[in-house]
Nanobody, 123 residues
Framework: QIQLVEYGGGPVQAGGSLNLSCAASGLIFSNFAFGWFKQSPGKDREFVAV????????EYSDSVKGRFTISKNNAENTVSLQMIAMKPEDTAVYYC????????????????WGQGTQVTVSS
């Protein structure tokens, strides 16, 4: 059974930092691109960051560029999202996603999704 499980969400003050992790199981980790998406109340789920199958290329939404860093560890089957200089507008449920196609993943068309983890940034 393929599972993506997110860890590391919680409350943080504006300007602070938080690290999210996603543990993947049941799939051949090195064959997948991974992404992070977020969903705020009343809004659609939106793209945050993606890392390609090779791990050599990353893409970010304009709102997090320079503040968030996505990485993957093929040895541990984990994907991380390091978040610094956080803002109240970063508050959302963050989802880990896996896809065989980076292009489709960028469009939110993932093959697998995690259950999400809540991040709350207070001002």
């Amino acid at each position: 059974q393929i599972q993506l499980v997110e860890y590391g969400g919680g409350p943080v003050q504006a300007g602070g930092s938080l690290n999210l992790s996603c543990a993947a199981s049941g799939l051949i980790f090195s064959n997948f691109a991974f992404g992070w998406f977020k969903q705020s109340p009343g809004k659609d789920r939106e793209f945050v960051a993606v890392i390609t199958v090779s791990g050599r290329v990353t893409e970010y939404s304009d709102s997090v560029k320079g503040r968030f860093t996505i990485s993957k560890n093929n040895a541990e089957n984990t994907v991380s999202l390091q978040m610094i200089a956080m803002k109240p507008e970063d508050t959302a449920v963050y989802y880990c996603a896996a896809g065989r196609s980076t292009g489709r993943l960028l469009l939110g068309e993932a093959d697998y999704w995690g259950q999400g983890t809540q991040v709350t940034v207070s001002s």
